[in-house]
């Protein structure tokens, strides 16, 4: 009988999965997804390749769930921080520098995920942005409502902005990278139409 990790077999199966997630991040951060084997994750991960799919059908479920897992997670550590700030305006800044950054941070090697998948795949993977959609339209909506940001239609604006805040790949140094957030930072306060945007 495989052995149990932790306490419970609750906390097995999570403990198990964050471990799954871990081996795919790390194994990401050096190999194209396409090149990745189950049992490469599984010995990474330090689990039988049957613990894989005691947890994913395939290799492409568990990309999905742990992508949905770090969205998940960082949206709500976002939002919080968010949380902790008054001004719409610097609402704005920081919600479109964690993004720039996290585009930058969460690059993989090689070619883009969506071309690696099946179609149904890729429209799941095109779903956690949702979340940060929902974070953004907040933001928006309380500029708007302080008069910061001209009334507009946010089912326009909301995607337009997360589209320009996805299309980073990752900059060489960090002055290059700083820059980036600075440039993208000031345009999109100027396409919401942020109140004073020019003299930060």
């Known amino acids: 009988m495989p052995k149990i990790i932790g ?20 194994l990401m951060a050096d190999h194209g997804f ?3 084997t189950l049992a490469d994750i599984a010995t990474t991960a330090g689990v039988g390749r049957t613990a894989v799919y005691n947890h ?7 990309l999905v769930a742990f992508i949905a897992d770090e969205t998940d997670r960082y949206a709500a550590l976002l939002q919080r921080r968010l949380d902790e700030i008054d001004d719409p ?9 964690a993004q720039v ?12 995920l969506r071309t690696m ?13 949702v979340a940060f959609e929902s974070v953004l339209r907040s933001v928006l ?7 910061l940001f001209p009334d507009q239609d946010l089912d326009t604006t ?26 993208t930072e000031q345009f999109v306060l100027r396409a919401v139409g942020a109140v004073a945007a020019e003299s930060a």
Do not use: M, W
């Not at 077999?9 to 991040?25: G, I, N, P, V, Y």
């Not at 998948?117 to 942005?129: C, F, K, N």
């Not at 909301?158 to 900059?171: D, K, M, R, T």
């Open 158 to 183: 909301v995607p337009l902005v997360n589209a320009c805040l996805s299309a980073h790949g990752p900059a060489g140094d960090s002055a290059a990278r700083e820059r980036i957030v600075r440039q």
């Open 101 to 112: 950054r996290l585009g930058h941070d969460q690059q993989f090697p090689g070619a883009d």
């Open 56 to 62: 994913f059908e395939d290799k492409e479920a568990l």
């Open 117 to 129: 998948v099946s179609r149904q795949t890729a429209a799941r993977l095109r779903e956690h942005v």
């Open 7 to 26: 306490g419970s077999l609750r906390e097995h199966r999570e403990q198990t999965r964050r471990r799954l997630f871990d081996a795919l991040s790390a």
């Open 34 to 36: 396409d090149t990745i």
């Open 141 to 147: 909506s309380r500029g708007i409502e302080a008069g």
């Open 89 to 97: 305006v610097e609402k704005l800044r920081h919600y479109v520098r």
